[in-house]
């Protein structure tokens, strides 16, 4: 599986924002992903040192429209905390 494929986009709400701090990068992955192919994928993509990988399953919320009621699908996000002496993800470094 290419690395391409398992990190699906950056997650980016206040308190992902809040995390670049301390050095915690959050994305979304695929669902299927786990702990060493999502560090073996960052690692390759970004070209960083991967000291630590937190992974979490989100439940998809409720949704109405008219009369119906549906939900939105369910997604796996992870938070990547780097190495201190690796260089930060410059996609994030933009937000700034």
């Known amino acids: 599986m290419n690395a391409y494929d398992i990190i699906l986009r950056p997650v980016v709400t206040e308190r992902a924002m809040d995390?670049?701090?301390e050095r915690k990068y959050t994305f979304k992955v695929l669902k299927?992903?786990?702990k060493t192919e999502v560090k073996k994928a960052i690692e390759t993509i970004f070209g960083v040192d991967v000291e630590k990988v937190t992974i979490?399953?989100?439940t998809g919320k409720k949704k109405r429209q008219g009369?119906?009621?549906g939900?939105?699908?369910d997604w796996k996000k992870a938070i990547i905390k780097l190495?201190?002496?690796s260089k930060?993800?410059?996609f994030f470094e933009s937000l700034e």
């Open 67 to 69: 009369m119906t009621e």
């Open 88 to 90: 930060g993800i410059e």
């Open 32 to 34: 299927t992903a786990n």
């Open 19 to 21: 995390d670049l701090a």
């Open 56 to 58: 979490m399953n989100v």
């Open 83 to 85: 190495t201190p002496e």
């Open 71 to 73: 939900r939105t699908s």
